[in-house]
């Protein structure tokens, strides 16, 4: 039975889908104005193996994210960068999923953006008025937190004492200091925005998440995940404006929020400045070796990043490897096989420690009991065959192949490939040889050369990478 610890009722809780079979899930994205880091990553990755888990339990995922790809931040970075606000954020979001497919990550069903969705956030923001649950002031529109009774319910807060620890008047044209904006005013004529009822301007943060989610998810669905930073005010707010607008309550069944990635004891941040973009990071450790890193710890626990503590997990991950290719070279070897029967207790073992990884997984998607587990196969296995007595006959061939497809399937349920550092290098490189020749071939195509650039891409075919020229580019795979 699985269970997950709910935010909202702050005790674990059986995960019982709102449709038998289906699972929605819905986590906050990226303000696509800078590349991302770690503490970004983070989540992203706990999020992409929680997906995976539920899937294998046979459910059917519909998983979505978004872009902030509009805001005062976004705007300053690109005065910054000297380029168009929707120039720099389409080169930040482009540069996030490639960052998700370097760390073997299956991206979104769909990534929102609040920029594509401006008319589904006016209509809601119209809802909110007419319901009285929001109100218009210099062309500025706010929610009032007042209006709506369980305002504070996820984060435990209490409104009064809320108000009461607030200066009176943090912004003139606001009822209350609480209250948030569901729409900004935008004066500047040079700036991007976009005409309303209620003036020239853009959407407020919180109102993007819960219209793109309400849009494609409905009314109620299952999983809301983000950083423990967001419970408040982002995740309260969305409750509460997502509530007050369908006026069905749940908004969503189970919150789930992943700690933070710290430095020297604070949270990895932009504004901070002490964070190491996925980039930087992906040029001194490879997918798994930052995949494993994350998932040897609870995904609700904070993480410190140090290089000694990466180093430190890396040592277990190598031991993961290491412990693969040696079953592979005994599977894939020409074994001669002795008669005797030589007894041992590995598959009982390796079985009674699958039991373990599903029991950890089970009670709140607990990947660091889980790691343990896998460790512990790679000993018990290590134990067998690298014993000095270690023979191979028939039975205990069929038991490693069966213990081999165990300890595959746990490790690909954390989306490691467990090929090592040197491979996934050769990997990487041999990637951007092909984008090389392709772009080429593209030259090629310019210059009105087809001769050259059909005979490149038959070249390649020969090789057993299938070119495809598709409306959104030239895409190749790999056939053999």
Same mark, same amino acid.
């Given at each position: ?304 990043? !140090?290089?000694? &503590?990466? %180093?430190?997990? =890396? /040592?277990?991950? #190598? ?7 040696? *079953? ?110 392709? !772009?080429?071939? &593209?030259? %090629?195509?310019? =210059? /009105?050369?087809? #001769? ?7 070249? *390649? ?20």
């Amino acid at each position: 039975m699985l269970k997950i610890y709910n935010t909202l009722s702050r005790e674990k809780e059986e995960f019982v889908p709102v449709e038998e079979g289906k699972v929605k899930m819905y986590v906050c994205g990226l303000t696509v104005q800078n590349y991302s880091h770690l503490g970004h990553m983070r989540g992203v990755i706990n999020y992409d193996v929680i997906r995976k888990y539920l899937e294998y339990k046979g459910y059917e995922v519909k998983y979505i994210s978004n872009f902030t790809d509009i805001n005062e931040k976004i705007i300053a970075r690109a005065e910054l960068e000297d380029m168009e606000p929707m120039a720099l954020a389409y080169k930040y979001s482009q540069a996030f999923l490639e960052d998700l497919e370097n760390l073997n990550i299956k991206k979104a069903d769909h990534y929102c953006k609040a920029t594509e969705n401006i008319d589904n956030i006016q209509e809601m923001v119209q809802t909110l008025i007419e319901k009285g649950y929001a109100y218009v002031t210099n062309g500025n529109v706010y929610f009032s937190v007042e209006e709506f009774a369980d305002y504070g319910k996820l984060s435990g807060r209490n409104l009064d004492e809320m108000i009461a620890g607030t200066r009176k008047k943090v912004e003139s044209d606001k009822k209350n200091p609480l209250d948030f904006a569901l729409w900004k005013k935008v004066d500047d004529p040079d700036v991007i925005a976009w005409d309303s009822p209620w003036g020239r301007g853009w959407p407020g943060w919180h109102i993007e998440c819960s219209a793109m989610s309400l849009d494609k998810l409905g009314n109620t669905f299952d999983i809301h995940g983000g950083g423990t930073d967001l419970i408040f005010p982002h995740h309260e707010n969305e409750i509460a404006q997502a509530e007050a607008y369908s006026g069905v309550k749940p908004f969503v069944k189970y919150w789930m929020h992943n700690g933070t990635v710290n430095m020297s004891g604070d949270k990895m941040s932009k504004s901070l400045g002490n964070f190491f973009t996925t980039r930087e990071l992906l040029e001194k450790y490879t997918a798994d070796q930052l995949r494993y890193f994350i998932l040897t710890k609870h995904y609700r626990s904070p993480i410190e990043y !140090s290089e000694e &503590e990466l %180093a430190s997990t =890396n /040592k277990g991950l #190598e031991k993961l490897t290491n412990t693969k290719k040696s *079953l592979e070279n005994i599977l894939k070897s020409q074994n001669e096989f002795v008669e005797e029967e030589i007894e041992n207790d590995l598959l009982k073992n390796v079985k009674r420690k699958e039991e373990e990884f599903f029991a950890a997984m089970d009670d709140d998607f607990n990947t660091a009991l889980a790691s343990g587990a896998i460790n512990e196969i790679a000993t018990e296995i290590n134990k067998v065959i690298n014993d000095s007595n270690f023979k191979l006959n028939r039975k205990l061939f069929k038991d490693l192949q069966e213990v081999y497809d165990i300890y595959t399937k746990l490790t690909d349920l954390f989306n490691l490939t467990l090929e090592g550092k040197e491979q996934e290098v050769q990997s990487k490189k041999f990637a951007e040889l092909v984008e090389y020749i392709l !772009s080429l071939r &593209e030259e %090629a195509r310019e =210059n /009105k050369n087809y #001769e050259l650039a059909d005979k490149i891409r038959d070249d *390649l075919a020969d090789m057993g990478i299938k070119v495809n020229d598709t409306p959104r580019g030239t895409e190749w795979e790999l056939t053999n």
